[in-house]
């Protein structure tokens, strides 16, 4: 079946960088665009960007331009999104979700990956 | 930018009943909209798309609604799983992409 399993849950301090990752399965990963979406404790979900795994093309959200990089690795169907210079406010669960036509919708999403910034 | 405003922010009903969510945007979208739903602790699931579309597999009992700037999101007979929250979404900005703050769907 489709599926998207990322990695673990990570721990942070300010300023460091944090690379999550979202493999693939079920699907051919280089057919359907990858979107990450995060969630802040209590708070309501924050579209980040995406990325066309057969191009490589990426879209980010004019909030996190500059902090964030999205890629890919198409031998081994995985998407990894990286954060730069974490603040507090990046707590948050981060998913990756399957873009179903290549316009926005989002079809098949990952299990989630908290990740944690705290000195 | 483009604003998608929900209400209400908390919906309580009793199983059964008829729900009714409205998501409006601060300019007109087409029908570029979509529904998803959220229960704790999970990964969001998408409901709706293009504003009244069903997703493979989601129950008849949802319906979605509207265009141009006022959608709704109806559930026309609640079960016990409906409770939780639900999300709109617009692509109609292509290749950028917003979420409404959500609703809540407590049980009464």
Known sequence: QVQLVQSGAEVKKPGASVKVSCKASGYSFSDYHMHWVRQAPGQGLEWMGWINPDSGATNYAQKFQGRVTMTRDTSISTASMELSRLRSDDTAVYYCARDAFGSGVMDVWGQGTTVTVSS | ?108
Not at chain 2, 2 to 27: F, H, N
Not at chain 2, 36 to 65: C, E, H, M, W
Request: with cysteine; proline share 6%; aromatic share 12%.
């Open chain 2, 1 to 108: 930018e483009i604003v998608l405003t929900q209400s209400p922010a908390t919906l309580s009903l009793s199983p059964g009943e008829r729900a009714t969510l409205s998501c409006r945007a601060s300019q007109s979208i087409g029908i570029y909209l979509a529904w998803y739903q959220q229960k704790p602790g999970q990964a969001p699931r998408l409901l709706i798309y293009d504003a009244s579309n069903r997703a493979t597999g989601v129950p008849a009992r949802f319906s979605g609604s509207g265009s141009g700037t006022d959608f709704t999101l109806t559930i026309s007979s609640l079960e016990p799983e409906d409770f939780a929250f639900y999300y709109c979404q617009h692509r109609s900005t292509w290749p950028l992409i917003t979420f409404g703050q959500g609703t809540r769907l407590e049980i009464k």
